[in-house]
């Protein structure tokens, strides 16, 4: 099945080959808009973006699968990043991941209903660990005791990843 | 004269919201700086840069003035571009910097801009930080609405365009050739140095890539001059320093202080000492890919030469006895990094520790040289099996002789950034590796 990208992509992309001079560097901001626009990146997906920058699609193969907000696999409208590195483990980050886990009754990396929990690694917010990040919405000094709380309010208000894309 | 605790240039902003956007920025004196940088000569403020011992606060902490000094002068294009992609654990500045006061950081480009003549410039923006993001791109916007940024920016002739680029979750994009090359559309992998990228950087071009803070102090340099910014400052490092504090004390945060303040007074008068009342263990000193400090060495200042050559800090060792050379016979004690100090207090399991910084960099590996692809990686099954009980005899030196195999071998310094914490903590809790693989043998 061939993908087609919305009209407002289209114009975006359009709008960033302006900023460079070739369309290889748009390749990132366009691997964004295919998974907001398709939920992840899909062979289809990485083939539209090939076809639009005049790339190979090795090479958008490549790259899609170098960095780590990227998935070939669908995902939760939330996106659930926690961070155990080392400040946020120092203040009981790993309870904190266990907690989810089990709220959510899966394992990171896994995706359940509206959720998708990723162990993270360190996300810039080192002075008010253990924290967690869900699109533009960071929690900081979080507890086992919020967990709950988090989650209920991220049914409530989604923040997925693709609101700034 | 000196910068105190209080004194504030890049942080003067932090819980003021009126000052995200470009009408408050002004009323504030916002982009007064640049319209006196448009007047000037573009050679005299890369001078007054130079004078003012500003130093990158990304990490290496590099006289900007002389990276400056570097583009060629008959160069036919030239571009900046600002590192934000704020990844080095234990550092929370540049997120904060960006939220808080995103014209400062674009003003401080347009000056750097004019300066080096650049006119397509970008800022690098890590993937994660979507909040920041969204500020900065309407930043931007405004900033080109108000014609600070443009084919003539303020009526001076000068062309200046800016793009914010956001990457998509590599901290090897922090690294400046490995950002450029993500820049350009492809995987985020270090490039060979030489050529550096202030003479062939990005789409071949002389490039000055320079990090949020460095950036975000310029507009201060044009305002009050070279000179005056030194003096804040001690020795050859001008100006204040952003220091992120986490881990183990009562009061973390993200603080502007004077650059010569010592480990002991930041975590005592400033962070309200260690939690629960307990001892320092180890400091880690900027960053966690600085080798740590334990409690003796903390009256040193948080200086980048003090850090590097102060005697009260012990050189890191390969194997007991045996010095690590970084070349030449310079030993590595510790290096100031970009300022993350991450406290661990005296019931800190420093295995359990290592492990965790260990397992970050055989994650990040960006996996083009084998010693760093492969080492990093055992670096985190050995150092995971010691700190979980299950080592074996010989492990600990298997550990040090795995970093050591790494270190200096590689393309960038990632390699470096996890060999050098190993054999830092080994070097300095070595007993404690020992203990728990001697439980395992009894």
């Not at chain 1, 904190?96 to 899966?106: H, S």
């Not at chain 2, 410039?121 to 890590?126: K, L, S």
């Not at chain 2, 990005?202 to 975000?216: D, K, R, W």
Request: proline residues 5%.
């Amino acid at each position: 099945m061939s993908l087609e990208f919305s009209a407002e992509a289209q114009k975006k992309i359009a709008a960033l080959c302006e900023r460079y001079p070739s369309k290889r560097p748009v390749v990132l901001a366009a691997l964004h808009l295919a998974q907001k626009e398709f939920g992840h990146l899909s062979d289809d997906a990485l083939r539209l973006v090939a076809k639009v920058l005049d790339l190979p699609y090795p090479h958008v193969y490549g790259v899609a699968t170098f960095y780590t907000m990227f998935r070939r696999e669908p995902a939760g409208r939330n996106v659930l990043r926690v961070c155990t590195n080392i400040s946020c483990m120092l203040r009981g980050a790993y309870d904190v991941l266990d907690a989810f886990e089990r709220r959510l009754g899966v394992e990171k990396g896994g995706t359940a209903g509206d959720f998708t929990l990723v162990e993270e690694e360190c996300i810039a917010a080192c002075a008010n660990a253990p924290a967690v990040i869900c699109g533009t919405r960071y929690f900081l000094d979080v507890t086992t005791d919020q967990v709950g709380e988090i989650l209920e309010f991220l049914r409530k208000n989604p923040h997925p990843e693709s609101e700034v894309v | 004269m000196p910068a105190e605790i209080g004194t504030k240039l890049v942080s003067a902003r932090f819980g003021d919201d009126s000052a995200r956007t470009v009408a408050g920025y002004e009323k504030q004196g916002g982009y007064q700086a640049l319209r006196k940088a448009l007047a000037m000569r573009p050679d005299d403020l890369v001078n007054e840069v130079k004078a003012s011992n500003l130093r990158g606060r990304g990490g290496a902490g590099f006289a900007t003035g002389v990276k400056w000094g570097f583009v060629p002068k008959d160069a036919k294009a030239v571009h900046i571009v600002c590192n934000a992609d704020e990844s080095e654990p234990g550092t929370c500045k540049d997120r904060e910097l960006i939220f808080w006061d995103p014209h400062l950081l674009i003003e401080g480009m347009v000056i750097t801009a004019f300066a080096l003549k650049a006119v397509h410039n970008y800022i690098y923006i890590r993937g994660e930080m979507m909040r920041e993001y969204a500020v900065l791109a309407k930043a931007v916007d405004e900033a080109y609405q108000r014609g600070y940024l443009g084919k003539n920016v303020l009526g001076s002739g000068f062309e200046c365009h800016l793009t914010v680029h956001r990457g998509a979750g590599a901290y090897i994009c922090g690294e400046e050739t490995a950002l450029l090359n993500s820049l350009e559309g492809l995987r985020g992998q270090p490039r060979l140095k030489p050529p550096f990228p202030a003479v062939k950087g990005l789409f071949g071009n002389p490039t000055i890539v320079n990090n949020v803070e460095t950036l975000m102090n310029v507009p201060f340099i044009v305002d009050k001059g070279g000179p005056w910014f030194a003096e804040l400052g001690t020795g050859r490092s001008g100006g204040t320093r952003m220091l992120c504090v986490s881990g183990h004390v009562n009061k973390p945060g993200v603080f502007e202080l004077p650059i010569g303040i010592t480990f002991r007074e930041l975590i005592d008068d400033v962070c309200g000492g260690v939690w629960h009342g307990r001892q320092v263990k180890a400091v880690i000193p900027g960053g966690v890919s600085m080798p740590p400090l334990s409690i003796d060495e903390l009256d040193v200042p948080i200086e980048f030469d003090a850090l590097m050559t102060d005697e009260r800090i012990k050189p890191v060792e390969v194997l007991p006895g045996q010095l690590f050379d970084m070349g030449g016979g310079r030993q590595l004690r510790t290096m100031a990094g970009s300022g993350g100090v991450v406290v661990m207090d005296d019931h800190t399991d420093i295995p359990k520790a290592c492990w965790r910084i260990m397992k970050f960099f055989a994650h990040e590996s960006c996996g083009q040289c084998t010693p760093c692809r492969e080492g990093t990686g055992w670096l985190e099954k050995v150092s995971r099996r010691v700190a979980d009980g299950h080592g074996k005899p010989g492990d600990v030196d298997l550990l040090a002789t795995i970093a050591h195999g790494i270190a200096g071998n590689t393309i960038c310094a990632l390699g470096d950034a996890a060999a050098w914490p190993m054999l830092g903590f080994l070097t300095k809790w070595r007993p404690e590796f020992e203990a728990k693989i001697a439980k395992v043998a009894a």
